[in-house]
């Protein structure tokens, strides 16, 4: 079965680093790593650690369930 992601507690002004993101929508760090190989943009590409601003987050994960439907 897979997991629904609520997207509640995504701050739109707020960055989150991989494992912040991960704790706040209850997932693996390794699913926000594959989100952005499959392209989750980062605030700098040029980081190692990116940082994800919450407003592309939640662009990029309704963009996900409206392509599944």
Same mark, same amino acid.
């Given at each position: 079965?897979k997991?629904r992601?609520? +997207? #509640?507690?995504?701050?739109?002004?707020?960055?989150?680093n *991989?494992v912040? +993101?991960?704790? *706040?929508l209850?997932?693996h760090?390794q *699913?926000? #790593?594959?989100?952005? &190989?499959d392209?989750?943009?980062p605030? &700098?590409?040029?980081?190692?650690?990116?940082?994800? +601003?919450?407003?592309e987050?939640? #662009?990029?994960?309704?963009?996900?369930?409206?392509? #599944?439907?």
């Amino acid at each position: 079965m897979k997991k629904r992601i609520s +997207l #509640r507690n995504i701050v739109g002004r707020r960055s989150y680093n *991989t494992v912040e +993101l991960a704790r *706040t929508l209850q997932v693996h760090p390794q *699913t926000i #790593r594959s989100w952005h &190989d499959d392209g989750l943009m980062p605030i &700098d590409e040029s980081e190692h650690y990116p940082l994800y +601003l919450g407003s592309e987050v939640r #662009r990029y994960y309704q963009a996900r369930v409206e392509a #599944r439907k």
